[in-house]
């Protein structure tokens, strides 16, 4: 599958990056060789097969229902680039 | 002092030869003079290590048992979460990323008085199979500073090879642990996948990412993974199963052990110096009682493909929590919220990891998902599957670590998919969640290559005791890139 | 032209949890912003989410409580979006293998028919944190408590025909996850959210038209008001031969109109995918036998019950027992005074009558189970009239203590004693006979079939005279003697 540059906008949109005008085709082209490397896959037969998501295929395991982190909110927030009264501060959020 | 393995270091503490304090402060100076050249650490540690190291003494001389590697200097890879030292994932991102909390190894490590000298270079959010998308600069190959030293763990194997640090932990997503280990002439093991807690370790793909030592033996590797690995609650794909004492069966005899040779890992593509290496040491396997057969990975050839669907699909929603709004870097003046998430995005993560969060997101975009992430799924599991086939009728399955020596920087920078290609041999461990070490197994152009082996689930001592007895048989790992080959 | 309207809810219930869905910290409502918030809720690297027990097992509850087809291997999805108030840029969510899959609830009209209202599924995810608008010099604050909180998402099927059926929909939801004590239901703290799914086609058309979400509304008030508004909305617009554009529009209740939503509205592609950091939920029989045997009684199995242990009506067992609290003040009653009928009508009507008139909870009664007992007591053993009962209602409501006693304190302070005395009676009956020769003589006169309505004029004296006091039934024997 080839992908052009109005796809690439499109996934770079959704993806929240922003591609330079000057490299947008050098980004197509690449992305195109990738997407040719990984078609390779496409001539296999997986009829009847089930995706494999975890390698292991174990089950979760559940957590018993304990309050167990106390208030840290100053050392978490100690990187963040805006707080103010405990909040992160964002640019206008609008509903 | 800076050739001694993490074993001899251990002897010698308990021997009293040196303090822990003045191998610290020994290899903090060494890594400041030398690491010039390398490039091979972001951060040090420094005065908190000496706290450590000290720490380590005050133990060793109060208690009789304390741990066996109680004080020996070691380094994590940028990539572990250390509480109160900076943790940047090679990226602009995380530059100034000082985490309030340890991933569980780094604390298993701790727990046990290991002392963290610093933090190693790697690929950015390790995406990467030469250590040059680093936001920290590339990584050097000790052997040769013109070349790569692999990566994404490329700063950990060259840090290891250049003798700045007995020990290190890397990461392993399709190869970034053993593949670099192979390009640098060190010992790495990538263990079975939810072998070594996740936790506090930056996500890549998740269902790949495995994290596990790098040294300059497996002895080494066999008493750090003892550190490193075990059960962890906080980790939902943590292995619930004892750790073995894995240095108790290093010296088992492997007489009668059965290896198979996978044909597909010997076919086009293949460094011939690579390929005769790896012959000879399947031949060194034989002589030490080995029996040795063909198999067939027949799907191993789709590993690849798989791979950069699964990994950047993955990759692609675990790193959109770098927004700009908790931590991590953040633009100048915003205009407003999708300004800032785009600008801090785009300025924050580098080329390769923003073509890889690129691909993901096409992979599993509305229209492609089902062609994409669900066939590679699929394929995994067939890739998978051969795996399980071959391990009823043999024990291990042995073959190169990567397709050729080490290469000059720069040379595969502007073909991702050549890049792409060194983890051919690495990646189908990954895929099925196998256990697989690389050990040195000559040189080529006195460049050091290495020979993989891969076991089946858990059995990390079983792929440790023919590592060990391989080098009880050679001497590649002894190998010192500083005297220009020489032990 | 006559149109149907046609509605399906998703209504997002927090799950009564100490701690998050995938982490340690407390989901308590109301604490400073940001201090449960844990490394976890805030997505901080290398952290991962590890599942809570308690959620799983409410989820299922709530399946059960349903008749709802249990997803004995169900999976966990990322929903994948930026949104300031989304840590990770993902939502953990349930895609193709949710918990709880097709169920059905019966819910009851005015009209005193039932309706069945098809249940698609139900699934776990996290919520999310909030935004807050307030004006930081131009920026919006964020607070992660909310964060990783338990969600059951609960998704009806279009089978919903009016604004009526919605609400009775949502209130029977939400008594249910009360019952069942996996939700305080609050919707005021946003513990119970609904989402509107409106649609309208021509009576009679099986295709669907193009359907509109009002997303956030949390009243039943403001659903019942949201639905007309929306409903007249659409209406306006197809009778112009216009179309309706498919988005997610936002109720306003101060101008009681809807509005589209200004953000979100970039066609989304979620890029669902199964969560690699947590692994499929796997349960077997064993753990479903379990928790059934823990249910407690659910809403029908005690409106069946009703019916059979205190041969109630439908209608007014489906009333007591469609609220736990209420099913167990009338069982409360029935039990102390030992009447299931007098109790059963007392408590629809008297009762909810008057927590309506003051929006009360039954829980907060100012009447208490056990004084609305000895009262029926006194009704029953004549110590009261019916008249004089219900005066002593409110009075024991305008009181507010709980004691039983003083039940009996008030009767006797306010003089609420029937008067069954037969002299005292006979003393009044005279006096009334006496008053009135015109309507003695008329009643004497009369045929017999006729005697017995004009009776109740002398009954009527005698009551008045008494200040409703006397025994109705002594009253009418003497004056049949008499007369």
Same mark, same amino acid.
């Given at each position: ?15 929240? /990056? ?7 085709? $050098?980004?197509?082209?690449? *992305?195109? +060789?990738?997407?040719?490397? *990984? ?30 982190? @106390? ?9 963040? =680039?805006?707080? $103010? ?11 | ?262 044909? $597909? ?172 070490? +690389? #050990? ?10 290495? #020979? ?36 | ?43 901080? =690297? ?28 169900? #999976? ?7 949104? =300031? ?114 649609? /309208? ?58 509005? =589209? ?23 077997? $029989? @064993? ?39 209420? @099913? ?6 029935? @039990? ?148």
């Amino acid at each position: 599958m080839s992908v052009d540059r109005s796809d690439i906008e499109q996934v770079a949109e959704l993806a929240r /990056l922003r591609i330079e005008d000057n490299s947008v085709d $050098e980004l197509v082209s690449k *992305i195109t +060789s990738i997407l040719g490397m *990984i078609d390779q896959m496409q001539a296999t037969n997986t009829d009847d097969i089930e995706p494999l998501a975890n390698p292991l295929e174990a089950s979760q395991r559940l957590r018993a229902d304990v309050v167990s982190e @106390a208030d840290q909110r100053e050392a978490l927030q100690a990187n963040a =680039p805006a707080t $103010e009264a405990g909040l992160f501060l964002v640019p206008k959020v609008i509903d | 002092m800076h050739n001694l393995s993490v074993s001899a270091i251990s002897r010698a503490l308990a021997a009293g030869d040196f303090s822990s304090v003045e191998i610290t402060q020994y290899l903090l100076d060494r890594i400041r003079e030398e690491d010039t050249a390398y490039n091979s650490f972001i951060s040090l540690a420094g005065d908190s290590a000496l706290e450590q190291a000290a720490e380590a003494d005050l133990r060793r001389s109060k208690q009789s048992d304390v741990p066996a590697l109680c004080g020996v200097p070691f380094a994590h890879k940028d990539i572990f979460c250390t509480e109160n030292l900076r943790t940047t994932c090679g990226s602009r991102m995380l530059e100034n990323f000082v985490p309030p909390y340890s991933a569980t190894m780094v604390e298993q490590m701790r727990a046990a008085g290991m002392v963290l000298l610093g933090k190693t270079n790697m690929d950015e959010f390790a995406m990467g199979a030469s250590n040059e998308t680093s936001y920290f600069g590339a990584v050097r190959n000790p052997w040769d500073t013109a070349c790569v030293p692999g990566g994404s763990s490329g700063g950990s194997a060259a840090a290891v090879a250049a003798r700045l640090v007995p020990g290190a932990s890397g990461t392993d997503t399709g190869g970034s642990i053993r593949q670099p280990a192979s390009l640098c002439g060190v010992s790495g093991l990538k263990p079975t996948y939810g072998r070594v807690s996740r936790y506090g370790m930056i996500a890549f793909a998740s269902s790949l990412d495995q994290a596990g030592p790098m040294a300059r033996s497996a002895e080494d590797l066999a008493r750090l993974l003892e550190l490193m690995a075990g059960f962890d609650p906080k980790d939902s794909t943590s292995i619930d199963a004892p750790v073995p004492d894995y240095a108790a069966s290093l010296n088992d005899s492997i007489a009668g052990i059965r290896l198979g040779v996978p044909k $597909e890992y010997f076919a086009d593509g293949l460094h011939a110096g690579t390929a005769a290496c790896v012959e000879e040491a399947i031949k060194t396997f034989e002589s030490l009682g080995a029996k040795v057969s063909e198999v067939s990975l027949q799907h191993s050839r789709l590993a690849v493909p798989v791979y950069y669907v699964v990994a950047p699909a993955e990759a692609s929603t675990n790193l959109s929590r770098y927004d700009g709004v908790r931590y991590g870097y953040r633009c100048a003046d915003p205009k407003d919220l999708h300004d800032m998430y785009t600008r801090s995005r785009s300025e924050g993560f580098g080329e390769e990891v923003k073509r890889r969060i690129l691909v993901g997101t096409y992979a599993l975009s509305a229209g492609y998902y089902d062609a994409y992430y669900r066939k590679a799924q699929k394929v995994r599991r067939l890739i998978k599957q051969d795996f399980v086939e071959n391990f009823a009728n043999v024990d291990a399955i042995i073959g190169p670590t990567n397709p050729s020596p080490t290469f000059p920087l720069g040379e595969k920078t502007d073909d991702p998919v050549a890049m792409y290609m060194e983890d051919i041999y690495t990646i189908p461990a990954n895929l099925a969640g196998l256990p697989a070490l +690389s #050990v040195p197994a000559g040189l080529v152009d006195g460049k050091p290559v290495g #020979v993989q082996l891969i076991g089946n689930y858990l059995e990390e001592a079983r792929l440790l005791n023919l590592a060990h007895q391989f080098q009880l048989a050679t001497d590649w790992h002894q190998l010192n890139p500083l005297t220009g080959g020489e032990q | 032209m006559s149109w149907e309207t046609v509605i399906g809810l998703e209504v997002h219930v927090q799950l009564a949890t100490q701690s998050k869905i995938f982490s340690g910290a407390s989901t308590q409502f109301g604490a400073e912003p940001n201090t449960q918030a844990c490394a976890i809720d805030l997505a901080m =690297p290398g952290t991962l989410p590890v599942f809570n027990e308690a959620a799983l097992r409410m989820a299922v509850m709530f399946g059960l409580a349903v008749d709802a087809e249990i997803g004995m291997e169900s #999976v966990f999805d990322r929903k994948n979006y930026f949104y =300031p108030d989304l840590p990770k840029g993902y939502q953990i969510s349930q895609m193709d293998y949710p918990i709880v899959g097709r169920g059905s609830v019966e819910i009851a009209l005015a009209d005193r028919t039932t309706k069945t209202i098809g249940i698609t599924r139900a699934h776990l995810e996290e919520d999310a944190g909030k935004s807050l608008h307030e004006d930081f010099h131009g920026f919006s604050g964020i607070d992660l408590n909310r964060a990783g909180t338990p969600l059951l998402e609960i998704v009806s099927e279009p089978e919903i025909r009016s604004a009526e059926e919605a609400v009775a929909y949502l209130k029977y939801l939400h008594a249910l996850v009360r019952y069942l004590d996996i939700s305080d239901g609050d919707m005021s703290q946003g513990s119970m959210r609904c989402d509107v799914n409106i649609s /309208l086609r021509q009576t009679g058309a099986s295709e669907f038209g193009t359907r509109t979400e009002i997303k956030n509304v949390n009243s039943f008030r403001f659903v019942e008001k949201a639905i007309e508004v929306e409903v007249e909305r659409q209406r306006d617009i197809l009778e112009d031969g216009g179309i309706i554009v498919q988005e997610t529009r936002l109720y306003d209740a101060d101008k009681n109109e809807t509005r =589209p939503m200004r953000s979100k509205e970039v066609a989304n592609d979620y890029r669902y995918f199964p969560e690699p950091d947590l692994l499929p939920i796997r349960i077997d $029989e @064993a753990y479903l036998t379990a928790i059934r045997d823990q249910l407690p009684e659910l809403p029908k199995e005690k409106l069946q019950r009703f019916i059979e242990q205190y041969a109630l009506g439908d209608y007014d067992a489906r009333l007591l027992a469609a609220e736990r609290e209420t @099913a167990a003040y009338f069982e409360q009653v029935v @039990a102390d005074c030992g009447d299931a009928k007098a109790s059963a009508n007392w408590v629809i009507g008297e009762l909810s009558a008057r927590l309506n008139r003051e929006d009360l909870e039954i829980a907060n009664s100012r009447v208490s189970a056990a004084q609305l007992a000895r009262l029926l007591q006194r009704l029953a053993d004549q110590t009261l009239s019916s008249k004089t009962a219900k005066t002593l209602f409110d009075v024991l409501w305008e009181n507010g203590g709980q004691d039983v006693e003083l039940v009996d304190q008030l009767i006797d302070e306010h003089g609420f004693k029937q008067v069954s005395d037969s002299g005292a009676i006979e003393a009044m009956v005279d006096t009334v006979i006496a008053d009135n020769p015109q309507q003695v003589e008329n009643y004497r006169s009369a045929p017999p079939e006729k005697r017995k309505k004009m009776l109740g004029f002398f009954v009527g004296q005698v009551m008045k005279a008494s200040q409703g006091k006397a025994n109705p039934g002594q009253v009418n024997q003497l004056l049949n003697e008499k007369l």
